[in-house]
C-alpha cells in the first residue's frame, strides 16, 4: 500500500517520470540502521535515540552510506516505523528530509508471502529496477526476486551490523552496472 493518509495530499506513484532516473532502494530500519546484538564493549558507530519511547542504537555509518547511495538510488522507507522514520531519521543521522515511506497491511493475504512484498509491489510496479536492504529476507522474497521482471538486488544484513561499506559498495556497483547496460 502507497502512503497517503499519515501525509494528506500526499500520494506517491511509482512509475511517474521524474522517479525513472534512478533505481529504487527499499531500506529497512531495524537490523539495518537501528542495531542490537553487537557487544556492548566493542559498539560500532552511532547514537542511542529514544523514538516514541524506545530505545535505538541508530548506526552513524548506516546515515552515512545512505546519504552517499542517495546519489545513485531513490531511497524508500521499508519499515514497520512507517511514517516514524522520516519523523526520526533525517533529524537523528542528519539524512535528506522527505523521502517516500511504504505502509504495509498486516494481512498481507498472499499466502506464505514477506508481509513487505505486495507494499513493495505497489510502489514499484515491475518495470522499475530495485534493491531492497533488511535483515529479513526469507524464501518468498528470494523467489519473488528471481520472479520479477526488472533487475532486483536483495541486500541481507545482521541487526548487529547493520548497513556498512561492503553493503554499501555492493549496490553502488550494481547501480552502476544497470546504467553501463542501458
Known amino acids: 500500500m502507497i ?20 533505481p529504487l532502494l527499499f531500506v529497512d530500519i531495524d537490523g539495518v540502521i537501528s542495531l542490537w546484538g553487537f557487544d556492548s564493549n566493542a559498539r560500532p558507530a552511532g547514537a542511542f535515540h529514544n523514538v516514541d519511547g ?8 548506516a546515515g552515512i552510506h545512505l546519504l552517499s547511495l542517495a546519489e545513485r538510488f531513490d531511497l ?11 519523523e526520526h531519521l533525517p533529524h537523528a543521522l542528519a539524512l535528506p528530509a522527505g523521502l517516500p515511506f511504504l505502509s504495509f497491511s498486516r494481512n498481507p493475504g498472499r499466502q506464505h508471502a514477506h508481509w513487505k512484498l505486495a507494499a513493495i509491489e505497489a510502489y514499484a510496479g515491475g518495470r522499475r529496477p530495485l534493491a531492497w ?4 529476507h526469507d524464501a518468498a522474497c528470494r523467489a519473488w526476486a528471481a ?5 532486483t538486488l536483495l541486500v541481507a544484513t545482521t541487526p548487529a551490523v547493520g548497513l556498512n561499506r561492503t553493503h554499501a559498495d555492493e549496490l553502488t556497483a550494481w547501480a552502476a552496472g544497470l546504467t553501463a547496460a542501458s
Not at 520472479?147 to 533487475?151: G, L, T
Open 3 to 22: 502512503s497517503d493518509g499519515a501525509r494528506p495530499g500526499r500520494t506517491f506513484v511509482a512509475e511517474s517520470p521524474h522517479m525513472q532516473d534512478k
Open 54 to 61: 524506545i530505545i535505538h542504537f541508530l548506526s552513524s555509518e
Open 76 to 86: 524508500v522507507w521499508c519499515s514497520g516505523w512507517e511514517e516514524k522514520a522520516e
Open 133 to 136: 536492504i533488511d535483515d529479513a
Open 147 to 151: 520472479d520479477r521482471p526488472a533487475p
